[in-house]
Each structure stands twice: as C-alpha cells, then as structure tokens.
C-alpha cells in the first residue's frame, strides 16, 4: 500500500448477486472501514438464466456454475464451466482499475478469491495482491479445482464464518481455511451475510491495519467503488 491512501480491495458478491447489489448489501462495511479501506465491486461474467430478474437492467450473476445455468456449492461438479473465464476477470480489473492491496470475496465470491490466493501464492503475475478477506467461503468440490489447494496457500488471509449460516454451512468454510498457512479465523452467530457488528468491525480492521502502516485520511472513491 502507498502511503497516504487507504487500502484498495476488488470486492467479489456471491452467486445470484451483482456488483450493484453488492454495493447495496455491504453499507454498514463500507462505513465501518472509512479511512481505512475501500470496496470497488466487480460484476461477475456470467449471467444466471431462469430468474424472475433475468430481464432487469441488473440481473443476477455467478463466477461458475457446477451444471448448465446452476450452481450448488456442496455439489462435486463433474463438468464446471465459467471459472477461466472469471479469473480473466479478475486479472483485467486488477489491472485496468488497480492498484488494488487484496480482495474482498462472500460466499462463491470468496470461493473465487480463494482460487486467486492460490495462484497468486504460487507467483502467477496476473494476481498482484497481498491479503484477502473471505466471508462465507468455501472450497469448490468440483475435481476440476482440486489443483487449487493441492499446496497450503501462502497469503495473509481473514475468513469470516456465520455459526448459522444455512447456505454456506460453517463447516466448509473452516474447511477453506485450513488451506491457508496461517488464517485468521472469526466467528459470528449469524446466517449468510457480511457482518459489521463490532466484534467484526474490530477483527476488520486489526487485519487491514497489518497492511496500512502511516495510514492517511480517506481518499474520494473513484469509479465503480463500492
């Protein structure tokens, strides 16, 4: 990080969510991280067929699917589709709309950024980030993937896993956490959402301040911040 700036992440939603929508679902964050770090939210590629929204002017997106059109994170996917084209994502937003210090994921977001610290760990150029923050994740069951945590990923990592969390149950994202060297690991006893209450915010910002030494005053957020 440049001194003087707050820290930049690319900021990845979950399946069936949007760059607009996630900007809407993360307020209380963006707040509670003022000064500190900011969000800028990319949309996902690929658009979710057989939506009532699918015609909106903000459709639901996905990273990859585990079937044609569908997505199902316990799901070992014989023939998953999408991700290549999710990472070539990733890589031209940290590029075109970078510097960026590290990513934000939740839930097949945080499975993606996952898949990013791994090959970022193993010195893949394309990924230039230093930390991520993973909420609701998981690791994809799909054989496919599994080159993705064959090695303890090298990455400052911050996983954040919701006790009650019915869709991405906390098992498999303790799970992910363990391919990590070294994760910090935060509960919480809420469902599947971004938490900000201040147990969080405190574990939020002790793990960003690791990465902003001589932090400044917030800068205006440029285009697309979340």
Request: negative net charge; proline residues 8%; hydrophobic residues 45%.
């Amino acid at each position: 990080m440049s001194e003087g700036r707050p820290l930049r992440l690319l900021a990845l939603h979950g399946y069936r969510q949007s760059e607009r929508r996630f900007r809407q679902r993360t307020g209380a964050l963006r707040k509670a991280l003022r000064g500190v770090a900011e969000l800028v939210a990319l949309d996902a590629p690929h658009l979710v067929p057989g939506t009532e929204d699918e015609a909106s002017d903000d459709p639901p997106r996905g990273w990859w699917f585990s079937r044609p059109g569908t997505f199902e994170a316990s799901e070992a996917a014989e023939q998953p589709a999408g991700l290549e084209e999710s990472l070539e994502a990733v890589a031209r937003a940290l590029e075109e709309r970078g510097p960026f210090d590290g990513l934000l994921g939740f839930s097949q977001g945080a499975a993606l950024a996952a898949m990013v610290c791994a090959l970022r760990a193993r010195g893949d150029p394309r990924f230039p980030i230093t930390f991520a923050i993973l909420v609701a994740a998981f690791a994809s069951r799909a054989p496919a993937h599994d080159h993705f945590y064959r090695e303890p990923i090298a990455l400052p990592s911050l996983h954040v896993v919701g006790d009650a969390d019915a869709v991405i149950a906390a098992g498999l994202s303790a799970e992910l956490a363990q391919c990590f060297v070294e994760p910090v690991v935060i509960t919480h006893p809420g469902g599947h959402f971004v938490p900000v209450a201040a147990p969080q915010k405190e574990a939020y910002l002790d793990f960003l301040g690791r990465f902003c030494p001589g932090q400044g005053q917030a800068e205006q957020p440029g285009v697309g911040a979340v």
